[in-house]
């Protein structure tokens, strides 16, 4: 890319951001949005603006063979905005491009099964955090998310802040559910998360600022679903079954 186009397609692409900003997008979209962005920017090495609808169509057309339809979607949501609000142009030909309807049942596991997940979990952290996914029927970033002052344990409720569509809600909060996270805080006395950052040694858990990495959760849940046996894909807490209160060691 020369340098001329290259400022411009930098110019463009702050502003991108900065309506993606305005627009109360979540940190997830403005992500996705953005690497469509670059992706495109990438695979012509020009500023997308300057893109006839031929080659976008042919662009998309490969994308599709190399790609999954979630990718697909998603560059095709980033780009209209794009071509909408930056570059205020219009995008009709993107209705072209129509993933299929696929309809598809979630794995749900069995209370026998997530008994056995949380049994199976050696660590403290990832064993209340389990507990608590499932218990709640949270999602995994907003488990991670929670904070002391979320948890109330004489209405025996929990504030859900920014869940899906930026939302709060309050979900009630089983009672073995409030004794493990107190079990688990009680043994590290963070001011602000829940399931802070265990990185490093364990007298600095105290003094964590972030709360536990997603990527390294997943991994570990993973890890643990594998050595149950459970050939479920792990961990559907969106639709997970309910977690009854049944007597589980947190210690």
């Known amino acids: 890319m020369e340098q001329k186009e290259e400022q411009r397609f930098l110019l463009l692409y702050q502003r991108h951001l900065q309506l993606l900003k305005l627009q109360g997008k979540s940190k997830k979209t403005i992500e996705a949005y953005s690497r469509a962005v670059r992706r495109i920017s990438r695979h012509f090495d020009c500023c997308p603006d300057t893109l006839t609808h031929d080659q976008l169509q042919d662009y998309f057309s490969a994308l599709v063979d190399s790609h999954s339809w979630s990718t697909v979607k998603l560059d095709r949501l980033g780009i209209m905005f794009y071509w909408r609000y930056v570059l205020k142009r219009n995008w009709d030909w993107l209705n072209l491009i129509k993933p299929p309807k696929v309809h598809t049942i979630p794995d749900i596991l069995s209370p026998a099964e997530i008994e056995l997940l949380i049994g199976k979990t050696r660590k403290l952290r990832y064993r209340v955090f389990l507990l608590t996914t ?72 105290h003094r964590a600022t972030t709360h536990m990495d997603a990527g390294g959760t997943q991994k570990a849940m993973k890890t643990v679903v594998e050595e149950c046996g459970i050939k479920k894909k792990y961990p559907s807490t969106h639709s997970a079954t309910v977690l009854p209160l049944i007597c589980l060691s947190v210690a």
């Open 134 to 205: 499932y218990s709640m029927g949270l999602r995994l970033s907003e488990a991670l998310s929670l904070q002391v002052g979320d948890i109330d344990g004489a209405a025996k409720q929990v504030h859900i802040r920014h869940g899906k569509g930026h939302k709060d809600r309050l979900v009630p909060l089983p009672d073995l559910t409030l004794q493990a996270l107190r079990e688990l805080w009680y043994r590290h006395r963070n001011p602000t998360f829940i399931f802070p950052n265990a990185n490093g040694p364990l007298h600095t858990v």
